[in-house]
């Protein structure tokens, strides 16, 4: 397999905890989590870091080998795809409800596939480690004893797992490549004309462009020069309602749908003016959003509608995608060539905007504005101090401000502290990161020890109170 970000696959029967892992892995709440069986159907991809190490997770829906429900038979269906497209796969068993067998169904399958498995006894807080003796019947390596809820074992779990995963191409995806040349992946769903931008950017078809869905199957790099830079452009195959993915050629893109997102400085994200903004492309976007990466809305196929269809997809663009008001929105059509040259521009200005500099002495002077304009709130009666900021990294940008009580900064002062200073530096397309770090306090911890003295004097007031 060619070197990318690692996958991991959870897998095992439904209510073992997958969605919970999943969820403790990215940090998120992506997943879906309750207390009974099948929750689960179709495959979720987020991405998690641990010690400094990126990797991709893959959670199921649970494999019921020997049920005949035909729902139950999609979500196994995603299950193997998710199984076949992972590095590394933790197959998950319930350590408290005991050895199923639904658990052997499934550890014979996994046992042919030839790929690293880690067996995990979940929900095992609490439990000597004998308790998951009578799973080393399933004959994979050593049962590990973790507790998704908890966090036990988890540690662990990832440097066993990680370090035998293949290494990314690029240790670190917040520095450009080494050949200096900006990354642009440009993803959508299937047929909204992601191979006809790129043809129509580089000016010739260099990249496979048919009427139909899912014509380009794997991520294309097409590297070309404009206006004094180096850039790639990164055709991806469309990323398809994850139900409808069956064809085993295309069983794959997903997985490089993201990796291209990791790897690129700027992101293209193409939707269909004339289809419809549905759950799949709120679910793409937010994902580009969370991993931080530069992004551009295009719509394309813009110069087909009339001017109540242009009034309604704003409208759908407003409604359905509001965490997106930092991203630039251009109006395009790529068959056509109009609106590209403003397109690519902004490409150029949110690239910008992700590897800004930010000086220090300014970021303190606008600061010092910001708090003269609306000062932080007081806090039982203590008013938030906040002392200087400067800059903690780059793509996407990010400022950390230190003071005192600043895990009581209100959300809403962040926002406006944070929208300071995107106004000021002129951000675009990029999310702002603004963490808040207190000063420690160097008398956290130490008892006030009393001299003679003051014992003396305090005896003599308490006497006094009590008379």
Known sequence: MSSHLPVIALVGRPNVGKSTLFNRFTGTRDALVADFAGLTRDRQYGFGKFEGRSF??????????????????LAESQARIAIEEADCVLFLVDIRAGLNPSDREIAGYLRKLGKPVCLLANKAEGLPRSAVGEFYELGLDTPMPVSAVHGDGIQDLLRQILPAAPEAEDADPEEPPEDGSVYVAIVGRPNVGKSTLVNRLIGEERVLAADMPGTTRDSIKVPFHYQGQDFVLIDTAGVRRRGKVSETIEKFSIVKTLEAIERAHVVIAVVDAQGDIGEQDARLLGLIAHR?????????KWDGLDESERKRIKTDVDFKLPFLDYVPVHHISAKRGTGLARLFAEVQKVRASAFIEMPTPRLNQILEK?????????????????RYVHQGGRNPPKIIIHGNQTERVPVAYKRFLSNEFRRAFKLTGVPLEVAFKTGDNPFKGRKNVLTPRQIKKKKRMMEHFKD
């Open 292 to 300: 931080g990466r530069g992004m551009v809305l295009a719509v394309n």
């Open 370 to 386: 910001a708090m003269a304009r609306h000062a932080p709130p007081a806090i039982v009666g203590r008013r938030i101090k906040l």
């Open 56 to 73: 991709m997770v893959v959670d199921t829906g649970g494999l019921m080998p020997s049920s005949g429900d035909p729902l139950a038979g």
